[in-house]
Nanobody
């Protein structure tokens, strides 16, 4: 059974930092990443990493967020620095095992499995 369990969300002031974690089990993924959804129906890709450790970032978070993983612990992380109020959202971990898809790393439809999400709130 595939399980993705996020943790680490919370409330911080603008300029602060948070580290999100995603414990992945029961699955050998080819891509795994972070998505977020603010108020509204659209879910956007934030950062993703393939099995070999190649990261991809959304332009809005480049230079502020870092995605990395610990293969021994089967855990994915998202280090978020210099947080802004517009980063406020529910953050989801997602994974897929159908192979690396260049150019589709941050596309919602490319991911099969999703966690329940962890809320991040950034106040000004």
């Amino acid at each position: 059974q595939v399980q993705l369990v996020e943790s680490g969300g919370g409330s911080v002031q603008a300029g602060g930092s948070l580290r999100l974690s995603c414990a992945a089990s029961g699955y050998r993924y080819s891509m795994i990443g972070w998505f977020r959804q603010a108020l509204g129906p659209e879910r956007e890709g934030v950062a993703a990493i393939d099995f070999d450790g190649r990261p991809t970032y959304a332009d809005s978070v480049k230079g502020r967020f870092t995605i990395f993983k610990d293969n021994a612990k089967n855990t994915l992380y998202l280090q978020m620095n210099s947080l802004k109020p517009e980063d406020t959202a529910m953050y989801y971990c997602a994974a897929d095992g159908r192979g690396y898809a260049r150019g589709f790393e941050l596309k919602v439809f490319r991911y099969t499995y999703w966690g329940q999400g962890t809320q991040v709130t950034v106040s000004s």
